[in-house]
């Protein structure tokens, strides 16, 4: 499978893709350590990274329900001065109410995913300068330079920091020099999204519409069923976002940050391969059967996790479980963007995408209150996986009939 030919529109949003999941990753597997290294423990860690998520919901909330109106490329570099604001703030401060104030108002991740108004709007985007016919095909190669930065970004902040304690950084003041890093990143991105031309902003269709509502009319509907079902989906993934996998590993095998990076950096690359086997199966299978058949074994292996009884075959299930967990998400993405009218695909990306900020923003806190004890350290992996397998079959039931134009005739 290959690239489709992209506009220089295309190349762009391509690129801020990689350098924004690129600074995701490279702080993830750090993000936990720093806040334990100010003195937080685990439920303190837990409530935190569920108010950066919270926070992240509802900003993202209103910029993206609006960006079809006043301006996706505005919505795009706002979203990068926030990453800018979360990142300096986090690194020049210990006081926990300053902390608040840049997780709830900036733009920061904890999981290693997206988050922040850019994933709804790029999509937006890119649905409408590539053909049907290829988007799920464009969004496939899209989550896989998304999931290969995120390995990479996992592997240099983690050696980063590890190279600096080697010479002889604190390690507060090492993980500090990641979130300053990731800050600069934010400027970077704020730069390229000045580049995109106006033919990414949406396409309004003449006459009357019906009244509109989070930006959404016609297919509003729909969009808020996905938005539950999605919901739930976030809210058990929020139990495993990888800052707390990634702090799991340290405290039941001693992994240090260095390792963690790698082992996160191949989890991330098998991850990407797998998303773009997405669009490979859903021609042949459609849309929905490939977002519930390839999730529901990843969900059994995520279970088992923490049942290994050593570090290598920890690490060998969770690699198993990532080389199929993203191939439900190109699916889940060109589904949603298929189902909606072209100057709603902002709005219904962003509505989904906040119903899965909201749902996966209140699980760290419970996380961290199992990461906290000794005898409940599994149970995140537990809860995770069987409320991501009643996601799959509710999904499954609700949605196996609804099918798309360019997949009907292959999933007869």
């Not at 997780?103 to 300068?129: C, H, N």
Request: glycine share 10%; with cysteine; aromatic share 10%.
């Amino acid at each position: 499978m290959t690239l489709p030919a992209l506009t220089t529109n295309g190349h762009i949003l391509f690129g801020t893709r990689i350098i924004r999941m690129f600074a995701y990753g490279f702080l993830s597997v750090v993000l936990a350590l720093y806040l334990a290294q100010l003195g937080l423990n685990g439920s303190l860690i837990g409530l935190l990274l569920s108010l950066t998520l919270i926070g992240d919901a509802g900003i993202s909330l209103w910029m993206t329900t609006n960006a079809d109106r006043v301006g996706r490329r505005r919505v795009l570099v706002a979203g990068a001065i926030l990453m800018l604001f979360a990142g300096i703030l986090f690194a020049a401060t210990d006081r926990i109410w300053l902390l608040v104030i840049a997780a709830i108002i900036g733009v920061i991740s904890p999981s290693g995913y997206e988050v922040g108004p850019f994933l709804p709007v790029e999509q937006a985007a890119l649905a409408q300068i590539v053909p049907d016919r290829l988007r799920t095909q464009v969004f496939a190669w899209y989550n896989l330079v998304g999931s290969f930065a995120t390995a990479t970004g996992a592997l240099c902040g983690g050696g980063l920091t590890h190279f600096l304690q080697q010479a002889k950084f604190t390690p507060l003041n090492s993980y500090r020099t990641v979130l300053v890093l990731y800050g600069i990143m934010g400027i970077l991105l704020a730069l390229l999204f000045t580049r995109l031309s106006s033919s990414v902003e949406a396409i309004h269709s003449e006459g009357p519409k019906p009244q509109s509502r989070f930006g959404l009319h016609r297919s509003r509907a729909v969009v808020l069923k996905l938005s539950a079902l999605f919901g739930l989906d976030a809210f058990a993934g929020g139990f495993v976002v990888q800052g707390l996998v990634a702090y799991w590993f340290h405290i039941r095998f001693g992994v240090e940050p260095a390792a963690l990076g790698g082992i996160f950096f191949g989890a991330n690359i098998l991850a990407g391969l797998s998303a773009l086997a997405a669009a490979w199966v859903a021609a042949r299978i459609g849309l929905v059967n490939t977002m519930v058949f390839t999730h529901l074994p990843s969900n059994l292996l995520l279970v088992l996790v923490p049942l290994m009884p050593n570090l290598p075959l920890a690490i060998i299930v969770l690699f198993v479980r990532f080389s199929i967990s993203q191939m439900d998400v190109p699916p889940r993405q060109s589904y949603t963007m298929a189902v909606v009218e072209p100057d709603e695909r902002s709005a219904a990306g962003g509505v989904t995408g906040i119903a899965r900020s909201i749902g996966s923003a209140i699980s760290p806190a419970i996380a961290g209150v199992f990461l906290g004890n000794r005898a409940l350290l599994g149970a995140p992996f537990f809860v995770a996986g069987v409320l991501k397998i009643i996601y799959d079959l509710a999904l499954y039931r609700s949605f196996q009939t609804v099918k798309v134009p360019e997949y009907e005739r292959d999933t007869r």
